[in-house]
Structures are given as C-alpha cells and as structure tokens.
C-alpha cells in the first residue's frame, strides 16, 4: 500500500492530475473535517452521557440510536462541507490528500495492532488502483466509471458498517471521539462517489442525513422513558462516624429521587466523599441521622487490639490483631506513611509497601481468626489507624424506615451503594 500510495502520487503530479500543494490542501481539509467531526461529537455525547463520573460509561438506553444519529450527524457535515470543498478544488487534490492522510492512519494502526489492519489496508488499495486508473485513463465511458466507483467503494461499505457498530458496543460513549475521527478519515476515500452523487443532487446526501438524524431521535424520545426495560439508577448507604457517634446518610447521586428521598426528606447537604471515605474525591449528598435513630446503628463491627510490642532504638514495632463480625464484607486499614519506619508486614508473611499516595490495606473476608499487622512505627509520637469496614446492605433498624425500591429503579453499579460504612480511629 505504501508503494502504491507513492506511485499514484508520483504519477498524480508527472501527469498534471494533482501538485505537491494540492495533495498537503486535500490532507488538511481532511484533517480538519475529522477534528470538527470529533468537536461535534464531544457536544453530542455532552448530553447523551450521564453527567456523573460513575454512570458516564454505563451502555445507554437505545445506545445504538444514539450512536446512528451521531454517524447521521457528521456524516451529513462530511457532505456539506464537501460539497462546497468539490467545487472550490481539484478532485484529484482532495481525494490523494484523503488517501496520503489514510496511509499514516493505516501505519499507525498496522504499528499498534495489526490484528485490525486489514480495515484499512484493503478499502485504500481499492481506492489507490481507483485513482491510478483514472489518473491514466482521461474519459472512460461512464459504464466503466460507474463500475470502479462501486468496485473501489466496495472494501468500506462492506467492512466499515459492521465493525463501527461493534466497536461501539465494545466501548460505549467513552472513545466514540475517536471512532468518528476514524469514520471521517475512512470516508475520504469515498469522495469520487460523493461527487456522482452531488453532480445528480447535492442537497440528496444532506436531507437524508437530516431525515437520519429525526427519526432516531424519535426512537430515543418514544423508548426512553423509565420502566423496568429501562431502569433508572440510584445510590444510597450509611456512613458511622465512631469517633464523633455519628451517622449519615449519603449518596452519589446529584439529587434524592423518589426512592432516596425517603433517606434525605429534602433536608440534605453538599458534601465530598473524603469527608466520609478518606483519599476518595466525589460529590455526594448525605443527611446526619437524628441521634435516637443512630443509636441503634452507631456499634463497631470490628475488634482491634495490640498483641505485642518490642521497642528499638529508633522505632517500636507494634503487632496488632484485627477481628470482625462475619457479615463484614471488606475492611480497608488506613496508617499514614510518616507513622512508619519501614514496610508492614500482614499475617507476619506478606509484605506491604505503604503508597505515600495511597496508603491503605483492603482486605475481604476476614478469616474467623481475624489478620494480623505488623507495624514498625515511630518511637516519638502515638500510631494512630484508621479502619473503615463495609457491610452489604442498610442497617436493618433503618431499613424499617424506607419501603423498598419500586421495580424501575435499580442501585447503581458501584462497590458503595447500598452498604453501611463505619469508621473508627484506633491509637497506640
């Protein structure tokens, strides 16, 4: 492909088809149709998404109707802007800067995953021997013409519709920039036959596009209400502030819905999930529960104690027995790196590095024997832990309080919702 791309090229400009010029004009229009396309695409899926940084890449309702607009959409700008492109330049100019602009993309691709190289390597070895043809052969007849314009479209109609579809359903909303970059830069090989198209009726390719773009609205519009098909998504736990006898309601979600609202009553507060949930950093709403009704919630599910201790010169070196309740799910230990002198060590077996940047232990399932920790901590100041456990479900003297979800919403798929949290700090 690469030798061929050179040969029509070089052939382009020793017969006066094309110019050096011509060619860098073509690539840069395309280029700069492909980065409209994906600005387009960044406004689109702006409000197709959900806002939030949780839900944003959960497969939509009617996903593929979104998807079929947004292609309807920039295909229909490809051809606005091209339309107008095919009347100011040279054919030949626009149509070997697209393919010169392809060939890069097919390196790379060819470069960093071969597996999928065939999509571009064939549609523009169609499109190469297509302008090669033409550029030899002045004034076919138009049964030839019409014969290698569908021929030479033939690799991208029949590769490019199917695996557009399947890459988004592989990765949803969250590259689909990308894909529509990649879907205008394989469409430029297709400029030959938009001109046919356009000398028989510019405005056909628009107005379909247009027509496109209406009635998978109408689709998304008709099909997207809240039912069990399309449940709506929530999120709800209880936080336990041991060290204050405190506990909180709270949620992911930017506003109670008809479920949560039963936790919240409209009386919520803006928070950040560091507040409650330490080196976490999200926006949640959360609700300090009146103390009558947290008493019956506010109880530490875990055990805690120091089993031995041996002092050093410059450090004392701390064995502390952690035990929980067997409805624990996970607990997550976290010890501030400046209270350490080394690594910790867990089960006296395995050793931990403590990340200055993330300095907790997570462990699930806590045996019935309970872990131990092996601290080597400064010897001039108290070591101060903190452990957060979390158990599935609502605390069940809350649960008396709230009727449970109507079958259209669901919880949202997050490892938080629908838990108890509880936080204690220990020291020694």
Known sequence: VLILCGITCWYGVKNEKTSIKGIAL??????AVGFVSTIITSFFTSFARPSHAL?????????????AALTALVFGVFVLIYNWALKKFNLFDLV????????????????????????????????????????FWDKPSWIVRLIILCVSGLPILILWPNILKTLYISIGFGLVGLL?????????????????????DQRILPILSLVIVVVC??????????????????????????????????????QPDEYTEQAFENQYTEANLSDLIPYEDMSIISKTIDQDTAAGVIIDPI??????????????????????????????????????????????????????????????????EGITLTVPAVID????????????????????????????????????????????????
């Open 96 to 135: 070997i800067g697209g393919q010169v602009l392809m060939l890069l993309v097919t390196i790379f691709v060819s470069l960093l995953l071969p597996g999928i190289s065939y999509l571009f390597i064939w549609p523009l070895l169609f499109s190469l021997t297509a302008a090669l043809v033409f550029i």
């Open 26 to 31: 073509g690539f840069a229009i395309l280029l």
């Open 381 to 428: 100041e108290p070591l101060k832990i903190r452990v957060l456990t979390q158990k599935i479900g609502l605390p069940k003297v809350l649960q008396q309080s709230i009727k449970l979800r109507p079958n259209y919403l669901i919880p949202a798929p997050t490892a938080i919702t629908d838990s108890t949290f509880t936080m204690q700090t220990y020291q020694f």
């Open 55 to 67: 839900y944003q890449y959960i497969p939509l309702h009617n996903g593929l109707w979104y998807f």
């Open 303 to 368: 055990t805690v104690n120091v089993v031995n201790e041996k002092l050093n010169e410059d450090s004392r070196e701390l064995t502390i027995k952690i035990n929980a309740e067997e409805d624990v799910n996970n607990i997550i230990v976290f010890i501030e790196p400046e209270f350490l002198v080394s690594d910790v060590k867990l089960n006296e077996d395995v050793t931990l590095v403590w990340d200055e940047h993330w300095p907790v232990l997570r462990y699930y399932n806590l045996p019935a």
């Open 217 to 254: 609205f109408g689709v998304i519009i008709t099909g997207n209400k809240v039912s069990t098909d399309n449940p709506q998504m929530d999120s709800l736990f209880v936080h336990v502030d041991l060290d204050n006898d405190k506990a909180y309601w709270a949620s992911i979600d930017k």
């Open 180 to 200: 529509i970059f990649i879907k205008i830069i394989v469409l430029g090989l297709l400029l030959p036959q938009l001109r046919v198209i356009s000398h028989w």
